[in-house]
């Protein structure tokens, strides 16, 4: 049972895990400038570092519930922003 909790800590976490590295790349930091990202070149890189943070704390198992957490703040305003909704 063990190993299937730490399977799916690990799918779950992924997905956040590979997004936050784009947000690091200056391409993406651009994107989100043009989209009108208020400090995107600070705000963008910090969402990648909450992102990161938050599924390497889900995926190793320690303080996981800060790291969801940590997720939740990353998700609500990126989930928000007008950038990712398409208008």
């Known amino acids: 049972m063990k190993a299937v909790l730490l399977a ?3 799918i779950f976490s992924l997905i956040f ?6 947000h690091f790349s200056s391409s993406e930091i651009a ?6 990202v208020p400090m995107a070149s600070i705000l963008v890189p910090f969402s990648g570092i909450i992102s990161a943070v938050g599924a390497l704390s889900i995926i190793l198992g320690y303080k996981a519930r800060i790291g969801a957490l940590m997720l939740v703040i990353f998700l ?3 989930t928000f922003y007008i950038m990712h909704s398409g208008a």
Do not use: D, E, F, T
């Not at 895990?17 to 784009?22: D, I, K, R, W």
């Not at 994107?31 to 009108?36: C, I, K, M, P, V």
């Open 8 to 10: 799916g800590r690990i």
């Open 17 to 22: 895990l590979m997004a936050a590295m784009g």
């Open 31 to 36: 994107y989100a400038n043009s989209a009108g």
């Open 76 to 78: 609500l305003p990126v």
